[in-house]
């Protein structure tokens, strides 16, 4: 009985030490990417008289991956 309690210690271990090395990596990383981001664009104003459809950017890439 005592062998089944180290074996879920010794794998809380390496399941711990697998976790910190991860949040170690993407600790590393992030500051790049977030220094990357691009400004958002300014919002549009909303009709008067009802609509809302702009053939906006991301519209425009989004029919472009649907041709076929």
Do not use: I
């Not at 074996?7 to 990417?33: D, H």
């Not at 981001?37 to 425009?60: C, D, F, I």
């Amino acid at each position: 009985m005592s062998s089944k309690t180290s074996n879920l210690s010794r794998r809380s271990l390496f399941s711990g030490a697998a976790t910190v090395g991860a949040v170690a990596a993407a600790t590393a990383v992030l500051p790049g990417v977030v220094s990357q981001v691009a400004p958002a664009a300014p919002a549009t104003p909303k009709p008067t008289r009802g609509g809302g459809y702009s053939l906006s950017e991301h519209v425009q890439q989004y029919y472009k991956t649907t041709r076929v």
